[in-house]
Nanobody
């Protein structure tokens, strides 16, 4: 079992930055791949970024060059640094820890980009 708690969301102006964190507990964090997803009102949840257990990162095209995913296995955290935020980045952001077909989700954190 893995418990995940996201934090760091909030209201930011276009062009601003936020850093989301996902704190994990309950199992060996380093074994899990970590994803960030987001869900905007009226839309399906969509993939944002991934960092594998080995540290390889990948991104959705919509955030490439603006967002950076990282992990700190010593602190059991995964982070998402979001720069140059746009109104279309407004969504609830969720972290997901997974191995094979086993997934654990956090409760989400709201990010609102608005002037």
């Amino acid at each position: 079992q893995v418990q995940l708690v996201e934090s760091g969301g909030g209201l930011v102006q276009p062009g601003g930055s936020l850093r989301l964190s996902c704190a994990a507990s309950g199992s060996i964090f380093s074994r899990y791949h970590m994803d960030w997803y987001r869900q905007a009102p009226g839309k399906q949840r969509e993939f944002v970024a991934r960092i594998t257990s080995g540290g390889s990162a990948s991104y959705a095209d919509s955030v490439k060059g603006r967002f950076t995913i990282s992990r700190d296995n010593a602190k059991n955290t995964a982070n998402l640094q979001m720069n140059d935020l746009k109104p279309e980045d407004t969504a609830v952001y969720y972290c997901d820890a997974w191995i094979g077909t086993t997934n654990y989700w956090g409760q989400g954190t709201q990010v609102t980009v608005s002037s």
